[in-house]
């Protein structure tokens, strides 16, 4: 065959001869249509396939806002909790504070309270092992306990120029475990200069 024959179009076809809707005719253009043989059927809309990239997008954000909301309410939770640490406890360890005994509840009878002979110790006795007493009932307990061994120590001829005095445990060394009363005589006016014991 010679060049020409392969360029020349085919002859053309009668409208009456056109082929049934459907049917594809080699190098026959049906009217409306694209070239015969050439188009492909349009595929059908695919709803699953279509909305799976959709999806998986909403899935990667929905994740992301997730973590990003766990991260958030942990960073909170921990600043919650060392505020609180600060405020409670600070930085710093616990003051621990020890109680320790006064010298004047070591005091035995005959033992000068001071130099000068400012007062001198004639007994002392243990208060019962129950509550605190509280400062009005600890005087009084002081005060008779006191007085009933005054006359044993005393020298009689100086019970005129001499006072009672009294030293009992306050709450806070009641709670340390002293029960002890010191009881004192002390001179009416000016210091005592010799014992007072009888």
């Not at 020890?98 to 004639?122: I, M, N, Q």
């Not at 010191?182 to 014992?195: D, F, I, N, P």
């Amino acid at each position: 065959m010679s060049s020409q024959a392969a360029d020349t179009p085919p002859p053309a076809v009668p409208e009456d001869n056109l082929p049934a809707a459907g049917v594809k005719v080699p190098g026959v253009k049906a009217p409306g249509s694209e070239a015969a043989g050439t188009a492909e059927p349009a595929e059908a809309a695919d709803p699953a396939g279509a909305a799976e990239p959709a999806r998986a997008g909403r899935r990667g954000r929905g994740l992301w806002m997730a973590a990003l909301f766990i991260i958030a309410a942990l960073a909170i939770v921990g600043g919650a909790i060392g505020a609180v640490g600060a405020l409670t406890h600070g930085f710093r360890k616990p003051v621990t504070i020890k109680y320790r005994e006064s010298a004047v509840f070591k005091l035995r009878a005959g033992d000068c309270v001071s130099t000068p002979h400012e007062a001198e110790v004639f007994a002392t006795f243990t208060l019962p092992d129950l509550a605190w007493p509280g400062r009005p009932a600890g005087r009084a307990e002081a005060s008779s306990g006191c007085a009933s061994r005054l006359t044993r120590y005393l020298n009689p001829q100086l019970a005129t120029s001499l006072t009672l005095s009294y030293v009992f445990p306050d709450l806070v060394a009641w709670r340390a475990g002293t029960r002890t009363v010191v009881c004192e005589v002390r001179a009416t006016s000016g210091q005592l200069t010799g014992s007072v014991r009888g």
